[in-house]
């Protein structure tokens, strides 16, 4: 029979399947956390050995079991499955089945509340860190495509009908602009995300003087989340933040798997996707089908549906509230899948074939109307006018040159004058702040 870290001695057996709706699936979303409720638990315990808790024999011991157990649990040998309540359980158990009341002791001046929280914070800094780290080298690997064929003509579309001449440096380019940004808004998260919430208990503090400060720096926080309640009233609200720093990089790329899905069709041509990212068909042998751009362009929901899903638990009053727990799975499925998707992106748009010749002859004749048009108001001619006339003279255009138009085109950072150099040392300067933030300079 399955025993609880809350239960006492009192003989009553505890309803099987209200056990199995209490625990749920919340044990199994627990081993994504686990390694960070280990380490939150030996920091916790060397905090309340420097406070005369326990003795430094008895912290060390402690810590050296806690090395042990993610050790056995990184290999399979620990498992952490439905004979525990939660991972938070889990941890006590191992002690005390092995070292008896000095084990029982890690739970002084903590609760579960308490660990949830930090082994949270510590998955979302780790998360954000990699989100970082993938918006930084999509927005490379998009620059450097960029870069590559600046100058190479396509057509420029609005309302998805051919607009004016355009480049691929215009086109990669806004997308290495757009995860710089993703870039800089997951660094502003990760900013509010990084301090500590442990040592808060149960969102009202302890009559014990923890030492939390010791305890957030030995964790690696930046500063400690002060305000005990403030510390249950931001889960959730931080998981959502997170989310919203992927969603914003993930809306990129699903815009960018559009353009993919669309460009590689017999109709437009322009794209070759890399042979790993191309599947076939079941059934008809012609085919080569752009699934994984299909699928980086629906990931983008599952990681949406996961900030509404949490949004919708967080109707709630003040303090820890079991409901809480239902923001682990949306949390860690959104995250998860937004890393996996970030992650082959940066490959694709470096194994990219673009057909020039293809881009090149879908710049017609009408497209550089608005060229013409803007080229008379600049002699003088009133815009309506020049408007009127460039529509006028769409029939006798004659042959146009796209090199030239788009040489022509020197508004800052149209095709003319990309300026990506500008792009780039941005995004340099952004990849800085944040190697320098994850080596704690
Ligand atoms: N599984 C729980 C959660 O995710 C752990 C915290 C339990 N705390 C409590 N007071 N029952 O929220």
Known sequence: MKKFVW??????????????????????????LFPFDIDATAAHV??????????????????????????????????????????????EMYLTDRVGDTGAKVHTGRSRNDQ?????????????????????????ACLERAELQADVPMPGYTHL????????????????????????FTRSVLEIVDCSPLGTAAGYGVNLPLDR??????????????????????????????LQAASHAMQDLRRLAWDLSLFTTSEFGFVTLPRQYITGSSIMPNKANPDVVELLRGRAATVDAAVV????????????????????????RGVNSAL????????????????????????SL?????????????????????????????????????????????????????QLGRIRSRLEQQIQALGKAESGD
Request: hydrophobic fraction near 45%.
């Open 309 to 332: 899903e949490i949004q919708s638990v967080l109707s709630l009053p003040s303090g820890y509230q079991r409901d809480l727990q239902l923001t682990k799975a949306p949390l860690i």
């Open 366 to 418: 009408e497209m550089f109307l608005t060229d013409m048009a803007q080229a008379k108001a600049a002699m003088g001619i009133p815009f309506r006018t020049a408007y009127l006339e460039a529509k006028q003279a769409a029939d006798d255009a004659g042959e146009m040159d796209a090199a030239a138009s788009l040489a022509e085109r020197v508004s800052p950072g149209a095709c003319g004058d990309l």
């Open 46 to 91: 060397r905090g309340l050995s420097r406070i005369g808790i326990m003795s430094a024999e008895e912290s060390a011991s402690l810590c050296q079991l806690l090395e042990q157990l993610k050790t056995e649990f990184e290999a399979g040998d620990f498992v952490l499955d439905d004979r525990y309540e939660d991972g938070h359980s889990a941890i």
């Open 161 to 184: 009908q051919r607009a004016v001449p355009s480049s691929v440096g215009l086109w990669m380019g806004g997308f290495a602009e757009a995860f710089s940004d993703n870039l800089a």
């Open 213 to 242: 400060d010791g305890v957030a720096s030995d964790l690696g926080f930046e500063r400690l989340q002060v305000n005990p309640l403030y510390t249950q009233n931001s889960r959730g609200k931080f998981e959502v933040m997170a």
């Open 116 to 140: 949830v929280a930090v082994a949270t914070r510590l998955f979302l800094r780790d998360s954000l860190q990699k989100l970082a780290g993938l918006c930084a080298r999509l927005a490379q």
């Open 340 to 363: 996996q998707a970030l992650a082959i992106a940066p490959a694709l748009v470096e194994g990219l074939q673009l057909n020039e010749e293809k881009m090149r002859e879908s710049i």
């Open 7 to 32: 239960q006492d001695d009192n003989g009553e057996s505890i309803d099987q399947a209200i056990m199995e709706f209490l625990a749920g699936e919340d044990v199994v979303l627990d081993r994504e």
